[in-house]
């Protein structure tokens, strides 16, 4: 059946799937995906489907996981790596920044390396400390990565083979919290570009840029706003490097107000590229300044906090009033 109604978590079971029955090639590795089948589930199965050489259970050590995968990349194999959850990833962070993000170049292009690197991210789900972070802008920030996220359970099934197939390393930053929600999944359709922004609702007075857990929220606050008489439109990043900034503009050009939301810190985060990029392209159309929603500068709170600290629906809400006030 092409068509499916999918939780994004099992769209990307089936991806997994689909990329080790295309590929021999194609080896996944990971703290207790094998076996158990990942914490989220997300290789539930495969390991008993493939074998233990295809889906290997590995030691807890990310850093080795990461070096081992660059290994395996260089012999020609397309290891997909699964960091257990966001926090872990730290240890292997060297390897993902020095090596991995590097070899390309470091070869002047002649070394393909293939890796695709999953992290469960963010909060929503009252997971103790150091399980609900988002660092992706510290990987947006090395050359030499891509780094993508889906929102839906399409985007969830096709980004993931479109990364697996991908010569350049890709991190790819699975919503937790979304992992449960419900889409359609066409598994015969054509996907588009995988560093293609898409409008994922139109609107005349004010655009929200989101992406990954966010944009359902985004999505929330243009329905409750149009029931006010406000006209949002909502543009799903997918992509946040690269990042497709025309898409950004043209919706821009013709709201003429933005605001950006993500899960992690406003600090340095990548709102403030949106921010600076889309004020340097659309300066003569914006009625005002580029605004920005999005996680404190303060480490992640406990389980009981996590509301007060993530981006809702008031808050984003307010940014949009801000917005359309001036």
Same mark, same amino acid.
């Given at each position: 059946?092409?068509?499916?109604?999918?939780?994004?978590?099992?769209?990307?079971?089936?991806?997994?799937?689909?990329?080790?029955?295309?590929?021999?090639?194609?080896?996944?590795?990971?703290?207790?995906?094998?076996?158990?089948?990942?914490?989220?589930?997300? *290789? %539930?199965? &495969? !390991?008993?489907?493939?074998?233990?050489?295809?889906?290997?259970? *590995? $030691?807890?050590?990310?850093?080795? @996981?990461?070096?081992?995968?660059?290994?395996?990349? =260089?012999?020609?194999?397309? $290891?997909?790596?699964?960091?257990?959850?966001?926090?872990?990833?730290?240890?292997?962070?060297? !390897?993902?920044?020095?090596?991995?993000?590097?070899?390309?170049?470091?070869?002047?292009?002649?070394?393909?390396?293939?890796?695709? @690197?999953?992290?469960?991210?963010?909060?929503?789900?009252?997971?103790?400390?150091?399980?609900?972070?988002?660092?992706?802008?510290?990987?947006?920030?090395?050359?030499?990565?891509?780094?993508?996220?889906?929102?839906?359970?399409?985007?969830?099934?096709?980004?993931?083979? !479109?990364?697996?197939?991908?010569?350049? $390393?890709?991190?790819?930053?699975?919503?937790?919290?979304?992992?449960?929600?419900?889409?359609?999944?066409?598994?015969?359709?054509?996907?588009?570009?995988?560093?293609?922004?898409?409008?994922?609702?139109?609107?005349? /007075?004010?655009?929200?840029?989101?992406?990954?857990?966010?944009?359902?929220?985004?999505?929330?606050?243009?329905?409750?706003?149009?029931?006010?008489?406000?006209?949002?439109?909502?543009?799903?990043?997918?992509?946040?490097?690269? &990042? %497709?900034?025309? *898409?950004? !503009?043209?919706?821009?050009?013709?709201?003429?107000?933005?605001?950006?939301?993500?899960?992690?810190?406003?600090?340095?985060?990548?709102?403030?590229?949106?921010?600076?990029?889309?004020?340097?392209?659309?300066?003569?159309? &914006?009625?005002? $300044?580029? &605004?920005?929603?999005?996680?404190?500068?303060?480490?992640?709170?406990?389980?009981?906090?996590?509301?007060?600290?993530?981006?809702? =629906?008031?808050?984003?809400?307010?940014?949009? /009033?801000?917005?359309?006030?001036?």
């Amino acid at each position: 059946m092409a068509v499916q109604n999918l939780p994004l978590a099992k769209a990307l079971n089936e991806s997994l799937r689909k990329a080790l029955e295309t590929d021999p090639k194609v080896v996944i590795m990971g703290l207790d995906v094998g076996k158990l089948g990942g914490v989220f589930r997300i *290789t %539930d199965g &495969l !390991q008993k489907d493939f074998g233990e050489d295809r889906v290997v259970d *590995t $030691p807890l050590a990310e850093s080795g @996981i990461v070096g081992t995968a660059i290994g395996l990349a =260089l012999r020609g194999y397309r $290891p997909v790596v699964e960091i257990q959850f966001d926090g872990f990833v730290f240890p292997a962070y060297d !390897q993902i920044v020095t090596q991995l993000a590097k070899m390309r170049a470091r070869s002047l292009g002649t070394v393909k390396m293939p890796v695709v @690197i999953r992290i469960p991210y963010g909060g929503g789900i009252g997971a103790v400390e150091h399980h609900s972070e988002s660092p992706e802008s510290l990987f947006a920030h090395v050359a030499g990565l891509k780094v993508v996220t889906p929102a839906t359970p399409s985007d969830a099934y096709w980004m993931l083979q !479109q990364a697996i197939q991908s010569d350049d $390393p890709v991190i790819f930053f699975e919503p937790k919290r979304r992992y449960w929600d419900k889409g359609e999944v066409d598994t015969e359709a054509f996907p588009g570009e995988l560093h293609k922004a898409r409008v994922a609702r139109e609107g005349t /007075d004010l655009t929200l840029a989101a992406y990954g857990p966010m944009v359902k929220t985004c999505l929330e606050v243009a329905a409750a706003a149009a029931g006010e008489g406000k006209s949002i439109e909502v543009v799903d990043l997918r992509s946040i490097s690269p &990042l %497709d900034f025309d *898409t950004i !503009q043209a919706s821009v050009e013709k709201t003429r107000r933005l605001v950006v939301v993500h899960e992690a810190p406003v600090f340095f985060g990548s709102g403030a590229e949106i921010a600076a990029r889309i004020t340097e392209r659309c300066f003569y159309h &914006l009625e005002a $300044p580029v &605004l920005r929603v999005g996680g404190y500068h303060a480490p992640y709170p406990p389980a009981r906090l996590e509301e007060e600290y993530l981006p809702g =629906l008031d808050r984003v809400l307010d940014a949009v /009033d801000r917005s359309l006030a001036y």
